[in-house]
């Protein structure tokens, strides 16, 4: 794990308990079925727009939610499902909103990027890059001034780095000492833009140091890594000290978007990262530690299956919003 920025950080590189591992192997592999389904109902014309797989960056919304307690907000992405899932949210609502139905989150209008649980502090997934990072920041300052304790966490992609919200709110974050932690989720491309090309200054943590916050690249596939790094970053955020960056290094093992023809990287680089598969990894870590067997393994992802065989069958028998629906739920 590389630092960077001012102050420095001295990093801890304590293990989790094998509870929490176990739990996060859980959520990985509930986010990847998911996903995967979400992209079957697609490919067969059951899902109406687009969706934003999260495949292969699992490890970042699993790894810094570990570090977060159930009041603390979060704000996402267009790539929202894996930071909904994470945080506890609800596959059953999640599926039901993909398909367009009444009982999804937001009743079957949103789809795959609206999907929000202000019950779990889940601000909302975000079809605008970069647009939950005055979201949080937001949350982040009502924590403080309520003196809830509370602390928040925007998720953001690398092509968020180069907005002007970034920059104008973390020099207020900084200025008023906001309890939040920025992470960005650098999966190596802006859509089909290599953030080899869009992102000047090499390493982007190395901004932090502009606004004199401290700024943490890590391992993005390496679930405990990141967990390691958010907990010191979250628990500096909630004793007062003010914001921070977490650039967690990881990619998309498919496409921009459901329909992404991939026809702009290297074959050899996906298979690079592919040898590091997330879920792999820590699968591989919990046997070699005597945690958990394959047969262990075997049985949490025939569970994460049934539960998305269950969201589906949920969703399918659920009905469409109806007529009088349609134009509630509209604010100016």
């Known amino acids: 794990m590389d630092g960077a920025g001012q102050p420095a950080l001295a990093l801890d590189d304590r293990g989790l308990p094998a509870d929490r591992l176990l739990e996060a192997y859980r959520q990985m592999v509930t986010i990847r079925r998911f996903e995967e389904r979400a992209l079957d109902l697609y490919r067969a014309g059951e899902l109406r727009g687009s969706t934003h797989p999260y495949i292969g960056m699992e490890a ?6 570990l570090a977060l307690e159930p009041g603390d907000y979060i704000s996402s992405t267009h790539r929202g499902h894996g930071h909904t899932i994470a945080k506890g949210g609800d596959v059953r609502r999640m599926m039901a909103e993909l398909l367009g139905r009444a009982t999804g989150y937001s009743g079957g209008k949103g789809g795959s990027m609206h999907i929000a649980d202000l019950d779990r502090k889940m601000l909302g997934a975000n079809g605008i890059v970069g647009g939950g990072i005055g979201l949080a920041a937001g949350a982040a300052l009502t924590a403080k001034l309520q003196r809830t304790g509370a ?3 925007s998720f953001f992609g690398d092509g968020a ?4 919200v970034l920059h104008e709110v ?3 974050a900084a200025i008023w000492s906001l309890p939040v932690v920025f992470v960005c989720e650098n999966n190596q491309y802006a859509m089909s833009a290599a953030a080899a090309w869009t992102i000047a200054g090499g390493d982007p943590a190395k901004r932090a140091a502009g606004y004199g916050i401290p700024g943490v ?3 993005g596939m390496d679930v405990e890594a990141v967990a390691r790094a958010a907990r010191q970053l979250v628990a500096r955020a909630r004793r007062g000290e003010g914001p921070s960056y977490l650039i967690a290094s990881t990619y998309r093992f498919v496409g921009h978007h459901a329909g992404d023809p ?6 050899d680089e996906a298979e690079r990262w592919r040898a590091r598969d997330p879920i792999r ?6 046997v070699a530690r005597g945690m958990a067997t394959a047969d262990d393994l075997a049985a949490i992802d025939a569970e994460a299956v049934a539960r998305i ?3 589906v069958a949920f969703a399918k028998a659920s009905p469409p919003p109806t007529v009088d629906q349609l134009l509630t739920d509209i604010y100016a």
């Open 281 to 286: 990894l820590l699968g591989e870590r919990l």
């Open 60 to 65: 970042v919304a699993v790894g810094v939610c």
């Open 309 to 311: 065989d269950d969201a």
């Open 217 to 219: 690249t890590v391992d």
């Open 151 to 153: 602390i928040a966490v």
């Open 170 to 172: 973390s020099n207020l």
């Open 262 to 267: 991939l026809n702009y990287r290297p074959k």
């Open 161 to 164: 780095l180069n907005q002007g």
